[in-house]
């Protein structure tokens, strides 16, 4: 299989406030038969906060890299929208099922 015949799947997931920035995205690779293909993996992008002006990010991700821990962490939200559960569910399920048998 060459590199052209792997494609890539894209599948999003909003939160139930609809805001731009609380959006999930998971993405994996599938083969022309639309078969997650060998050594399946799947990834997951979520949107990282820009609440705060450049200086700001600038600063936390300077005490970041020296390794400073907020006791608190650093924590977004997410709310699952009901109707998105099934959808889910599949998409989990299908990576299970891939995973088990290149195990």
């Known amino acids: 299989m060459s590199n052209r015949d792997i494609g890539i799947r894209h599948e999003y997931y909003e939160c139930a406030c609809d805001s731009?920035?609380?959006l999930l995205r998971?993405?994996?690779f599938v083969d022309p038969t639309d078969e997650i293909i060998d050594e399946p993996e799947l990834y997951l992008n979520v949107f990282l906060d820009t609440r705060y002006g450049f200086w700001k990010r600038l600063w936390m991700g300077l005490k970041y890299?020296?390794?400073?821990k907020c006791k608190?962490?650093?924590?977004?939200?997410?709310?699952?929208k009901p109707e998105d559960l099934d959808r889910l569910e599949?998409?989990?399920?299908?990576?299970?099922r891939f995973?088990?048998?290149?195990?």
Do not use: N, V
Not at 65 to 68: L, R
Not at 72 to 80: C, D, V
Not at 99 to 103: K, L, P, S
């Open 26 to 28: 998971f993405t994996y």
């Open 72 to 80: 608190y962490g650093h924590f977004g939200s997410w709310i699952m």
């Open 90 to 96: 599949a998409l989990l399920a299908k990576y299970r």
């Open 65 to 68: 890299a020296f390794g400073y």
């Open 99 to 103: 995973q088990r048998e290149h195990d």
């Open 20 to 22: 731009d920035e609380h």
